[in-house]
Protein backbone atom coordinates (compact mmCIF):
# COMPACT_ATOMS: atom_id res chain seq x y z
CA UNK A 1 0.00 0.00 0.00
CA UNK A 2 1.18 3.55 -0.83
CA UNK A 3 -0.38 6.78 0.62
CA UNK A 4 -0.06 9.73 -1.42
CA UNK A 5 -0.37 13.45 -0.19
CA UNK A 6 -0.82 16.02 -2.13
CA UNK A 7 -0.02 20.12 -1.50
CA UNK A 8 0.79 23.28 -2.54
CA UNK A 9 -2.59 23.70 -4.46
CA UNK A 10 -4.24 27.32 -4.25
CA UNK A 11 -4.94 30.63 -6.34
CA UNK A 12 -2.76 32.07 -8.36
CA UNK A 13 -2.77 34.70 -10.89
CA UNK A 14 -2.20 34.23 -15.06
CA UNK A 15 1.68 34.02 -15.16
CA UNK A 16 2.11 33.14 -11.53
CA UNK A 17 3.55 29.74 -10.27
CA UNK A 18 3.18 27.29 -8.10
CA UNK A 19 5.12 24.20 -7.01
CA UNK A 20 2.99 20.84 -6.26
CA UNK A 21 4.27 18.35 -3.74
CA UNK A 22 3.47 15.20 -3.48
CA UNK A 23 4.15 12.87 0.01
CA UNK A 24 4.67 8.94 -0.67
CA UNK A 25 4.35 6.60 2.68
CA UNK A 26 6.25 3.43 0.83
CA UNK A 27 9.70 3.13 0.13
CA UNK A 28 8.31 0.99 -2.97
CA UNK A 29 8.34 4.93 -4.60
CA UNK A 30 11.22 4.11 -5.32
CA UNK A 31 10.53 1.78 -8.09
CA UNK A 32 7.20 3.73 -9.06
CA UNK A 33 6.50 5.72 -12.36
CA UNK A 34 5.18 8.92 -10.37
CA UNK A 35 2.30 11.48 -12.31
CA UNK A 36 0.70 14.22 -11.92
CA UNK A 37 -2.66 14.00 -13.56
CA UNK A 38 -5.70 16.87 -13.45
CA UNK A 39 -8.95 17.20 -13.59
CA UNK A 40 -11.00 20.46 -15.35
CA UNK A 41 -14.06 20.95 -14.55
CA UNK A 42 -16.43 18.75 -17.41
CA UNK A 43 -13.26 17.48 -18.50
CA UNK A 44 -12.22 13.64 -18.47
CA UNK A 45 -8.35 13.26 -16.13
CA UNK A 46 -5.37 13.73 -18.11
CA UNK A 47 -1.62 12.98 -17.73
CA UNK A 48 0.26 16.35 -17.43
CA UNK A 49 3.29 14.95 -16.24
CA UNK A 50 5.21 11.23 -15.53
CA UNK A 51 8.60 11.03 -14.25
CA UNK A 52 9.73 7.13 -13.98
CA UNK A 53 12.25 5.74 -11.49
CA UNK A 54 15.17 6.34 -13.49
CA UNK A 55 14.00 10.17 -14.31
CA UNK A 56 12.89 9.98 -17.64
CA UNK A 57 10.20 12.39 -18.07
CA UNK A 58 7.41 13.56 -20.07
CA UNK A 59 4.87 15.68 -20.61
CA UNK A 60 1.74 17.03 -21.95
CA UNK A 61 1.73 18.96 -25.17
CA UNK A 62 -0.20 21.84 -23.79
CA UNK A 63 2.28 21.98 -20.94
CA UNK A 64 5.53 21.25 -21.88
CA UNK A 65 7.83 24.01 -21.43
CA UNK A 66 6.08 25.54 -18.75
CA UNK A 67 5.89 22.78 -16.37
CA UNK A 68 8.28 20.73 -14.94
CA UNK A 69 8.46 17.57 -12.61
CA UNK A 70 11.42 16.21 -10.72
CA UNK A 71 11.00 13.40 -7.78
CA UNK A 72 13.50 12.70 -4.34
CA UNK A 73 13.48 9.46 -3.61
CA UNK A 74 15.46 9.36 -0.61
CA UNK A 75 12.69 11.74 0.74
CA UNK A 76 9.56 9.70 -0.84
CA UNK A 77 8.41 13.56 -2.74
CA UNK A 78 7.89 13.82 -6.12
CA UNK A 79 7.10 17.84 -7.12
CA UNK A 80 5.10 19.35 -10.04
CA UNK A 81 6.93 23.14 -10.86
CA UNK A 82 4.47 25.06 -12.79
CA UNK A 83 5.27 28.62 -14.19
CA UNK A 84 3.48 30.72 -16.84
CA UNK A 85 0.14 29.51 -15.54
CA UNK A 86 -2.91 29.84 -17.34
CA UNK A 87 -6.76 29.39 -16.75
CA UNK A 88 -6.93 27.00 -18.78
CA UNK A 89 -4.63 24.81 -16.43
CA UNK A 90 -7.36 25.43 -13.28
CA UNK A 91 -8.61 21.87 -12.26
CA UNK A 92 -7.88 19.34 -9.10
CA UNK A 93 -4.48 17.85 -9.61
CA UNK A 94 -3.64 14.14 -8.80
CA UNK A 95 -0.42 12.72 -7.67
CA UNK A 96 -0.10 9.05 -8.94
CA UNK A 97 2.33 6.01 -8.07
CA UNK A 98 2.02 3.33 -10.94
CA UNK A 99 4.03 0.28 -9.73
CA UNK A 100 5.22 -1.82 -12.46
CA UNK A 101 5.65 -4.89 -10.44
CA UNK A 102 1.70 -5.48 -10.50
CA UNK A 103 0.62 -2.53 -12.63
CA UNK A 104 -1.25 -1.35 -9.91
CA UNK A 105 -2.06 2.76 -9.84
CA UNK A 106 -1.78 4.32 -6.15
CA UNK A 107 -3.91 8.21 -6.01
CA UNK A 108 -3.92 10.92 -3.62
CA UNK A 109 -6.93 13.04 -2.65
CA UNK A 110 -6.46 15.87 -5.22
CA UNK A 111 -5.36 19.55 -4.91
CA UNK A 112 -6.66 22.13 -6.10
CA UNK A 113 -5.41 24.72 -8.60
CA UNK A 114 -7.48 28.06 -9.66
CA UNK A 115 -5.72 30.26 -12.29
CA UNK A 116 -7.85 33.65 -12.36
CA UNK A 117 -7.26 37.14 -12.10
Known amino acids: QVRLVESGGGLVQPGGSLRLSCAAS????????MGWYRRAPGKQRELVAA???????NYADSVKGRFTISRDNAANMVYLRMSSLKPEDTAIYYCNAHNPWDNYDYWGQGTQVTVSS
Open 26 to 33: RTIFSICT
Open 51 to 57: ITSGGST
